[in-house]
């Protein structure tokens, strides 16, 4: 018997079990979605926590003044944030543009912070359909549970990054591919690249990552593509190299060189076009090794991913550490194997050792650059518990212990302990993320920047609305407020306030000293202005002395 065929026989089911199972994996969406957005409501306070975010923040400006760059205004060093691109006196944010151009669409209806936990809530749509598509309704249930149930979900999908939607496409990806090793078709292969080409201008290199297994996998399973595989090869690489082609005239034209991408540009030289070959530009716009840094070898590479992979095993599901990770290598058992979960597998490996090209691990609430793993993680995890169920029920069915009236009993007490067990998961994620502050810098180059418990999304990362509040409390206008420029943090907090025409009704800008108070506002004539300190914010005014030639600060103070 063929283990790895895809002809596994399902027993007959009752719409009413469909119907059911459809409205458990409704209900875990909206789960996700609700809970999410009351992280990014309540503790992320609706503001950008990360340059990364800073940026799409910045670019879903732009679009929506329907730009793609906008000419540097004049002192720009005191407005941008950082990694944000100043060339050839064009302001820009240089990543890819699917994840800005959603957030423009959320701002125009005043609710860009709904953005990613409406993406959590169509990925834990999706993956479900996967399961019952591929799997079982049974294996539908778990993986909506499990990713419901995930700390790291849930973190990532209240944020403004733009791994939500990198796990959404890298789904698509995986449910497109099935479809095309079960039932090979055109549609399938248009599907398949579209959500490549998709993901590509999401997360570039995650999409190298998830389209390797899938073209090996078409190569492995070329039999039954009736000798249309290269056909089939050719469709799907037509349609994702048109997204390939996107994001090289977008990067391009930000640029405003050929073949100039515009990470590089930001990461590399901000001031001007550079020198460095194309073969190296590719490499440092897809991976940040070599870009800035010097020293990167595949051993510092290797350890980097060794340490996101410890990360995610103990906390994408946070359960004990025994048990991590058990139920996801339950289907490598030979007997139990098929073909649709060494493609998971695969795609598994494939992201954490792409993306040992970077210098570094960079985790950010949590392993951020291997979260796109997660639908694997879920996906295998059910089918783990599925395998389970089946040697109970096997078991059962074997046994003379299938005639005792004890049974019933025991059956409904199991129930009982999976129900109380699945509440378990998603009370913890709810009460606490138990995660540590650091992780070992010493033995691995990353930086850790996960929650400890949930309160500890207040102020994360050190980026509080602090800043704001004070504005709001002393009903500040028409002002220029200077924010002290001791770390990215304090202008980073508030740079989301500005808009890059600088024409909002208070203005946010770097305390540089005292020679640039009078340069920024002659700049906003008629403005009044303020100086406050990060992060603990007490705003002062600030007043030209002509006697001493400085500008003098004075706390505001409650009468």
């Not at 205004?73 to 950082?82: C, D, I, K, R």
């Not at 994840?99 to 005043?110: Q, W």
């Not at 953005?115 to 591929?134: T, W």
């Not at 403005?527 to 030639?549: G, V």
Request: charged residues 15%.
């Amino acid at each position: 018997m063929n283990t790895l065929s895809f002809n596994h026989s399902r027993p007959p089911v009752s719409q009413s079990a469909d119907l059911l199972v459809m409205m458990i994996i409704i209900c875990m969406a909206v789960i996700a979605f609700v809970g999410t957005a009351i992280i990014n409501n309540r503790y992320l306070e609706r503001i950008p926590h990360v340059q990364d975010s800073v940026n799409y923040w910045f670019q879903a400006q732009l679009y929506g003044m329907g730009r793609t760059w906008i000419e540097a205004p004049e002192n720009v060093e005191y407005f941008a944030s950082e990694h944000i691109v100043v060339q050839n006196n064009r302001w820009y944010c240089h990543y890819p543009f699917l994840v800005p151009l959603l957030f423009m669409i959320g701002m125009k209806f005043g609710y860009i912070w709904l953005v990613n936990p409406l993406i959590a809530a169509l990925s834990v749509l999706l993956i479900g359909r996967i399961c019952v598509e591929h799997f079982s309704r049974q294996s539908a249930v778990w993986a909506a549970v499990f990713l419901v149930s995930s700390p790291f979900f849930l973190v990532m999908s209240a944020s403004f990054m733009s791994h939500p939607l990198g796990l959404l496409l890298t789904a698509a990806c995986i449910y497109a591919g099935l479809r095309q090793l079960k039932n090979p078709s055109t549609g399938n292969a248009i599907l398949l690249g579209a959500a490549i080409g998709l993901l590509f201008n999401t997360r570039p290199l995650t999409s190298f990552a998830v389209s390797l297994p899938i073209i090996s996998f078409h190569i492995r399973n070329r039999d039954r593509f009736n000798g249309k595989v290269l056909r089939h090869l050719f469709i799907m690489g037509f349609i994702a190299l048109i997204g390939v082609g996107l994001f090289l005239l977008y990067s391009s034209h930000l640029s405003g060189k050929t073949l100039q991408f515009a990470t590089h540009t930001a990461v590399n030289d901000v001031k001007g076009p550079t020198s460095i070959k194309i073969v190296n530009r590719f490499f440092n716009s897809f991976a940040a090794a070599g870009v800035g840094k010097t020293g990167h070898t595949p051993e510092r590479g290797l350890g980097c991913t060794k340490a996101l992979i410890e990360l995610l095993h103990t906390f994408a599901m946070n359960w004990p550490g025994w048990l991590n990770f058990s139920f996801f290598l339950i289907p490598l058992i030979p007997w139990r194997r098929r073909e649709e979960d060494l493609f998971l597998y695969w795609t598994f490996l494939s992201i954490p050792l792409w993306y040992s090209l970077y210098w570094r691990s960079a985790i950010m609430y949590g392993p951020r650059y291997i979260y796109e793993v997660m639908p694997m993680v879920v996906i295998l995890s059910a089918r783990g518990m599925d395998v389970c169920m089946d040697a109970a029920g096997w078991i059962h069915r074997n046994s003379p212990m299938r005639h005792w009236k004890t049974l019933t009993v025991a059956r409904s007490a199991t129930a009982i302990c999976l129900w109380v067990f699945t509440g378990w998961l998603v009370y913890t994620d709810v009460d606490q993320y138990v995660i540590s502050d650091y992780y070992d810098m010493k033995k691995f180059p990353v930086v850790s920047l996960v929650p400890m418990r949930l309160s500890a999304m207040n102020g994360f990362n050190g980026v509080r609305r602090s800043i704001q509040d004070q504005v709001e409390k002393w009903n500040v206008t028409d002002a220029v407020v200077f924010v002290e420029d001791r770390r990215w943090q304090g202008f980073g907090s508030v740079s989301s306030f500005n808009h890059p025409r600088m024409d909002t009704d208070v203005v946010y800008a770097r305390d540089k000293g005292q020679a640039g108070y009078p340069l920024i506002l002659k700049m906003f004539p008629g403005k009044k202005a303020y100086w406050i300190a990060y992060p603990r914010a007490q705003l002062h005014t600030l007043e030209y002395n002509p006697d001493t030639d400085q500008y003098v600060k004075t706390m505001l103070k409650e009468q």
